[in-house]
């Protein structure tokens, strides 16, 4: 079992930054590849940017591709999210979620063995 925890999240103006921390606990942290996802109100649950278990390789979402970055130090088992330029469709529940290693990145919730419990993101215009 992998325990997830999520934090950062808040309420922001557009233009703004938050960044959004994901503590894990359980198994080896650096087994896993890790994303991060987001579900907007009334949506479907969506990729935002995943990461390979070194951290060496990374993907995004083209919608926030150049504003977001994914990172995650493993030493302290934790994967992060930066999200610059905020604008209002970035709001949603944002969930951190790992995977098996060889599946990283992938855009599919259902590939993801273990999720946290979320944390709101809020972007006002």
């Known amino acids: 079992q992998v325990q997830l925890v999520e934090s950062g999240g808040g309420l922001v103006q557009a233009g703004g930054s938050l960044r959004l921390s994901c503590a894990a606990s359980?198994?080896?942290?650096?087994?896993?590849?890790m994303g991060w996802f987001r579900q907007a109100p009334g949506q479907e649950r969506e990729f935002v940017a995943g990461?390979?278990?070194?951290?060496?390789?990374?993907n995004y979402a083209d919608s926030v591709k150049g504003r977001f970055t994914i990172s995650r130090e493993n030493v302290k088992n934790t994967m992060y999210l930066q999200m610059n330029s905020l604008k209002p469709e970035d709001t949603a529940v944002y969930y951190c979620?790992?995977?098996?290693?060889?599946?990283?990145?992938?855009?599919?919730?259902?590939?993801?063995?273990?999720w946290g419990q979320g944390t709101q993101v809020t972007v006002s215009s």
């Open positions: 979620a790992a995977s098996p290693s060889t599946a990283w990145g992938s855009y599919l919730p259902s590939v993801y063995n273990y």
């Open positions: 990461i390979s278990w070194s951290g060496g390789k990374t």
């Open positions: 359980g198994r080896t942290f650096s087994n896993y590849g």
